[in-house]
T-cell receptor, first 113, second 110 residues
Framework: GAVVSQHPSRVICKSGTSVKIECRSLDFQATTMFWYRQFPKQSLMLMATSNEGSKATYEQGVEKDKFLINHASLTLSTLTVTSAHPEDSSFYIC?????????FGEGSWLTVV | KQEVTQIPAALSVPEGENLVLNCSFTDSAIYNLQWFRQDPGKGLTSLLLIQSSQREQTSGRLNASLDKSSGRSTLYIAASQPGDSATYLCAVQAGTALIFGKGTTLSVSS
């Protein structure tokens, strides 16, 4: 079964609203989780590293005020896309690692209309 | 900066053919290399993980090789089936995150 759960799997929101995506590690504690984004026909790109109890580390070019990451517990990280626009429509996926194994969530398809 | 390239971008083969997907990376200082499968609208499924000290890994009809010094990996799929149709992603790990290629979209016709 899945060890990293992501919710929702699909979400449609109106332009200008905010949407939250959750990433949960089910069988282990994850002090670090990662958020990726994939545009159509593009590679998965690392957006940010989510650190439990501290601020996330964002990759260059990713707006921290737009993509809010909260890692309030050892099993949950959330990504909030604020003031969403159609160009934010994408596939967002999280991962968490335990030992040397990296597990991915199922991903979330965001469509902003 | 590490870059991962996958060739070809798309591949169509008839059922039963053996095929090779290619992955290259620019920085040989990696911990491991992974191959993933992504079905349309779905998340990633890990297929094979090759540690930097290993040369290849096999799982069923899949065989992945790694030549770290030349920055190359191949994924060999034997006796392809329509159910193998998907996008195959190669990713290298240097640190705790993964750097992905753009993938090869495979279509196997029956």
């Amino acid at each position: 079964g899945a060890v990293v759960s992501q919710h929702p799997s699909r979400v449609i929101c109106k332009s200008g609203t905010s949407v939250k995506i959750e990433c949960r590690s089910l069988d282990f504690q994850a002090t670090t989780m990662f958020w990726y984004r994939q545009f159509p026909k593009q590679s998965l790109m690392l957006m940010a590293t989510s650190n439990e109890g501290s601020k996330a580390t964002y990759e260059q070019g990713v707006e921290k005020d737009k993509f809010l990451i909260n890692h309030a517990s050892l099993t949950l990280s959330t990504l909030t896309v604020t003031s969403a626009h159609p160009e934010d429509s994408s596939f967002y996926i999280c991962s968490a690692s335990t030992g040397n194994t990296i597990y991915f969530g199922e991903g979330s398809w965001l469509t902003v209309v | 900066k590490q870059e991962v390239t996958q060739i070809p971008a798309a591949l169509s083969v008839p059922e039963g053919e053996n095929l090779v997907l290619n992955c290259s990376f620019t920085d040989s200082a990696i911990y491991n290399l992974q191959w993933f499968r992504q079905d349309p609208g779905k998340g990633l499924t890990s297929l094979l993980l090759i540690q930097s000290s290993q040369r290849e890994q096999t799982s069923g009809r899949l065989n992945a090789s790694l030549d770290k010094s030349s920055g190359r990996s191949t994924l060999y799929i034997a006796a392809s089936q329509p159910g193998d149709s998907a996008t195959y992603l190669c990713a290298v790990q240097a640190g705790t995150a993964l750097i992905f290629g753009k993938g090869t979209t495979l279509s196997v016709s029956s």
